[in-house]
């Protein structure tokens, strides 16, 4: 199977409206925008998922009960549902997961354990259906204990495995992390009345990655050897890109989401600069800028990230340290990225920074070749006795500039 492989799309009236990539859609939005009514309407078939044409089933906070999900189950059935739960859990429990008619407290189980759980047992009996259908869940954190959570988590994932698709609606970042693979597989809801979503087409971002390397060899020799041509990037584009982008951004992407703007970072100097601004000194412009940063591996696989979030329609500040000028590799990205700027004035800026940074941080050159995961705490004692205070000022004042500056291209 290639890299994102499209087996589904969600459509109305026939027009295409979200990709389920890899059978999953993870459906994110602000609490009002229609997570749920869309799952509503899917189930009702008001929107269609194309070349699906067996069962739904729609897993609601109330709406979900032994009796219309057995309704559907075909092979699995009563019986089958009784003794999984009693197998599974405790006798009294079991009981009120079995009753349709009551979610009273009943031996220290609050209703909210009652319901926990029996969206986790509706779930495992839609799994151990053999005809496979689709699975829509609504925020399937809700009520849920931490546990429970992780064995929903790994119950779709299966499902997803097992070529069904499956859609869910989240408004917490650790179900992404779980279930996300593809970053392909998540969309934000901007506005369900009008159709308007948030989603990376990453075809299409794959196709723009290789044109921005294609503008100049040196960018292409940072990934081959030069005998091999561009080979090495096409490894990552065609086989690995979605997967790169998954991993890298596991912790990342629910955040990346919900911004209006991304700050990425060439490498370690930045990574504890963006730590020590977003967790000690300037939290609330973070905030109420509503921006996140992201830290690279470096120079060249810069590109990589800054497409992906111009796709998600994101604005993008690079940081791009002013290496020696006589280097023809940094010349070579240096230009591509003012080319780019001028083809994408409302949604990409670089921000030259000197090299001298990473000196001012402390940063052992051999350490950077390790993941910088310590705690802010460790690295304050930098900024507080190296006296660059200033100068993380300064630098944040130009990323108020450059936002500026692609506001007024937008509006414009």
Aim: proline letters at 3%.
């Amino acid at each position: 199977m290639k890299d994102n492989d499209i087996r589904y799309i969600l459509n109305q009236n026939g027009k295409e409206i979200l990709a389920i990539n890899d059978n999953l859609l993870i459906l994110v939005a602000y609490n009002g925008k229609g997570k749920s009514d869309l799952l509503r309407k899917i189930n009702t078939r008001e929107y269609q998922i194309s070349s699906f044409d067996k069962d739904i089933y729609y897993l609601g906070l109330k709406e979900s009960t032994p009796d219309n999900i057995l309704a559907k189950g075909g092979i699995v059935g009563e019986d089958s549902y009784r003794k999984y739960i009693k197998e599974h859990f405790i006798k009294d429990t079991a009981e009120m997961i079995l009753d349709r008619t009551s979610y009273e407290k009943i031996n220290d189980y609050s209703v909210e354990e009652i319901i926990s759980y029996r969206r986790l047992v509706l779930l495992k009996v839609i799994s151990l259906i053999k005809d496979k259908k689709a699975v829509l869940i609504d925020e399937p954190e809700l009520q849920a204990h931490p546990a429970v959570l992780k064995e929903i988590d790994v119950i779709l994932k299966d499902l997803s495995a097992q070529k069904n698709p499956v859609i869910i609606t989240t408004n917490l970042d650790n179900v992404v992390d779980d279930l996300l693979s593809n970053p392909g597989q998540i969309a934000k809801i901007e506005n369900l009345d009008k159709e308007v979503f948030v989603q990376a087409d990453m075809k299409s971002v794959q196709k723009k990655v290789r044109n921005f390397y294609h503008r100049n060899a040196y960018l292409l020799n940072r990934f081959s050897a030069s005998n091999q041509k561009d080979q090495g990037l096409n490894n990552i584009i065609e086989k690995n890109y979605s997967a790169y982008l998954g991993s890298s951004l596991t912790d990342k992407l629910f955040d990346v989401i919900f911004s209006d703007a991304v700050i990425l970072g060439e490498g370690a100097s930045e990574k504890i600069l963006f730590r020590y601004v977003d967790k000690v000194l300037h939290p609330k412009w973070i905030r109420e800028n509503k921006v996140t940063f992201v830290s690279c591996l470096g120079k060249s696989t810069i590109p990589l990230y800054f497409v992906f979030m111009n796709a998600l329609g994101l604005k993008t500040i690079c940081m791009f340290d002013k290496d020696k000028l006589t280097n023809p590799v940094h010349n070579a990205y240096y230009e591509a990225f003012k080319s780019y700027k001028e083809d994408n004035p409302y949604l990409f800026r670089y921000q030259l920074i000197d090299p001298s940074l990473e000196d001012k941080l402390h940063i052992n050159p051999n350490y950077k070749l390790e993941s910088i995961e310590k705690p802010v705490n460790v690295y304050s004692h930098a900024f507080l006795t190296s006296g660059i205070q200033n100068e993380v000022a300064a630098l944040m004042k130009e990323w108020e500039e450059l936002l500026k500056e692609m506001n007024n291209h937008e509006e414009k």
